[in-house]
């Protein structure tokens, strides 16, 4: 992958001034061809409906506070190892590598956030790094906040079409038969079907063995559902699009990047790390978002554990270099060569 502009690209960027110190973020226009009453009705009842299915938690015959803990578990785990890890920090800018059937499992846990198939996001991904806060960003939120969060997801985007990110940005991705896989005969659906009935079933069957009726099996079982699929999913969802939006509009800036990323300590401690995001995009490759000591990023964290328990190889860290040009430093030397090839300093 490239995370280099191409010089089209650069001639439509407007101002790159930093936006703490210019007080009133400058405008982007929407994507070229996107109109705004063409809405993806398929993603807009999906999201609709697992918004108005998490609500039902709040009622009293389906609330429980094991549906609240597992909620709260398992938005951690998935947000953190399907998302952060897997779609992100593997995927996309390949800061590690992995066995495969480990990055299968990562990858099957990352189809249970509905967050679209591997292939997908990585390439929408791969295109927002391309053109970060141009018209052909696909979420930029200096269009609007609301656009940068989830307008970008229900309307019609012709830029974003499946086959022609695909060829451009996700080759890679599909020389994996599994990932092809997941493009087709509905596997990827398949998959989020069989979440829900092991939620529910694992909440039914647990009831039954605590001695419950039937009937109060189906109660528990409806709970750990809602709340361990419908709530996780949305609130992960939110968590992945804030770092869309809020970390292109509120934060601080370690690096002056030729966009307008930004460090939001609210969204790097939610979604663990990812908010340091304006670190990500001074070096995209890194495995590593948090640059300074308390810059906490557990994802990057979990990638050191699966580096000591062999899950993880060749992991990227900061580049050196990068992190010297904020004045930040990992500790290690950098040296930079002279024009006869000897070390300066
Ligand atoms: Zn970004
Ligand atoms: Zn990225």
Redesign the pocket.
């Known amino acids: 992958m490239t995370t280099n502009r191409p010089a089209a690209a650069k001639a439509v960027k407007l101002s790159t001034s930093d936006l703490s110190d210019a007080g009133s973020p400058r405008r982007l226009p929407l994507p070229a061809g996107v109109i705004l009453n063409r809405i993806d009705w398929p993603v807009a009842a999906s999201i609709l409906t697992y918004h108005l299915v998490a609500l039902l938690a709040f009622i009293p015959w389906t609330f429980s506070w094991t549906g609240v803990i597992v909620a709260i578990v398992t938005a951690r785990l998935t947000g953190l190892l399907g998302i952060n890890i897997c779609y992100h920090r593997l995927l996309t800018h390949r800061g590690f590598k992995c066995p495969k059937w480990f990055e299968h499992v990562l990858a099957v846990i990352a189809i249970c956030c509905v967050q679209d198939t591997p292939a997908r996001w990585v390439a929408v991904h791969r295109r ?2 391309q053109y ?1 806060d141009e018209q052909p960003d696909p979420h930029s939120p200096l269009v609007n906040f609301i656009w940068g969060h989830i307008g970008w997801l229900v309307i019609k985007n012709p830029e974003l079409n499946r086959i022609g990110i695909y060829d451009r940005y996700a080759k890679d991705i599909l020389r994996d038969p599994f990932y092809v896989a997941l493009e087709r005969n509905w596997l990827q659906l398949k998959i989020i079907l069989v979440q829900w009935a092991v939620f529910f079933g694992a909440g039914f069957l647990a009831e039954l063995a605590m001695g419950g009726t039937t009937m109060q099996a189906v109660q528990f079982g409806t709970s750990i559902l809602i709340w361990g699929v419908f709530v996780r999913t949305v609130f992960v969802w939110h968590q992945t699009w804030a ?2 939006s809020v ?2 509009l509120w934060g601080y800036r370690n690096y002056q990047t030729d ?1 307008d ?1 930004r460090n939001n300590v609210f969204i790097g401690l939610l979604a663990h790390g990812e908010g340091w ?1 304006n670190n ?2 001074a070096d995209p490759r890194s495995a590593r978002h948090g640059h300074t000591r308390w810059e906490f990023d557990t994802t990057w964290l979990t990638i050191r554990l699966f580096e000591k328990l062999g899950l993880a190889t060749e992991v990227v860290g900061p580049s050196p270099h990068v992190m010297a040009k904020a004045g930040l430093t990992t500790g290690q030397t950098i040296t930079t060569l002279g024009p006869n090839g000897t070390p300066t300093h």
């Open positions: 927002h790094h970060a770092v869309n970390t292109h966009e990323s995001h990500h995009h």
